[in-house]
């Protein structure tokens, strides 16, 4: 199994652009979520899915949008990049509530200048 | 709201010597408690998790974590600290049924040899 893989790695935006962040998973997990990574603020939560078709917002969701079509994919839409979502930004999936660890992805290094 | 704090930005310690990473949180009701490790550029590695039980918890690569609810900590340590453990240690919590993790702010662990 890949377990959770993120594309793009790395990817440079300047102000008003729009991308997607794309996340997928092949443990059949129904929760995904989508956390930022910024230094000495820890991980906050973007968005959450507890299955297919269902998001709820998390601690800072402005500026973004998300789907859930299918179980393996959660792509993180960013519509007008804006320098404060510069950012390291990881997805991870857990098959539970609870006790259920989180999966990580490796991240996505963005940059908006 | 439930949180969790760490205190120290960065520990280091000696190779050989015991380590303690510390955690403390707020949860309303009976914590699921977490640490992850992350090392450069990767995404976050589940270490151990308290959900009932033994206040003594094992986890991966040797290390261990102590709940004390009285205290409400969970603290990370291992008996024997490896060059090779010099990472960022992320403590989480969770009270809800959605599993949204919160995290701490992260401690950066420095072992010299």
């Known amino acids: 199994n890949a377990g959770v893989t993120q594309t793009p790695k790395f990817r440079i935006l300047k102000i008003g652009q729009s991308m997607t962040l794309q996340c997928t998973q092949d443990?059949?997990?129904?929760?995904m979520y989508w956390y930022r990574q910024d230094p000495g603020m820890g991980l906050k939560l973007i968005y959450y899915s507890v299955g297919a078709g269902i998001t709820d917002k998390g601690e800072v969701p402005n500026g973004y949008n998300v789907s859930r079509s299918t179980t393996e994919d959660f792509p993180l839409r960013l519509e007008l990049a804006a320098p404060s979502q510069t950012s390291v930004y990881f997805c991870?999936?857990?098959?539970?509530?609870?006790?259920?660890?989180?999966?990580f992805g490796n991240g996505t290094r963005l940059t908006v200048t | 709201a439930q949180s969790v704090a760490q205190p120290e930005d960065q520990v280091n310690v000696a190779e050989g010597n015991p380590l303690t990473v510390k955690c403390t949180y707020s949860?309303?009701?009976?914590?699921?408690l977490f640490w992850y490790v992350q090392y450069p550029n990767r995404g976050l590695q589940f270490l151990l998790k308290?959900?009932?039980?033994?206040?003594l918890v094992k986890g991966s690569y040797g290390f261990e974590a102590e709940f004390n609810k009285s205290q409400t900590s969970f603290h990370l340590k291992k008996p024997s600290a490896l060059v090779s453990d010099s990472a960022l240690y992320f403590c989480a919590v969770t009270g809800g049924a959605t599993n949204k993790l919160i995290f701490g702010t992260g401690t950066l662990l420095a072992v010299q040899p």
């Open positions: 308290y959900i009932t039980g033994d206040n």
């Open positions: 443990m059949n997990h129904n929760y």
């Open positions: 949860v309303s009701g009976n914590p699921y």
């Open positions: 991870a999936s857990s098959p539970g509530t609870g006790n259920s660890p989180l999966h």
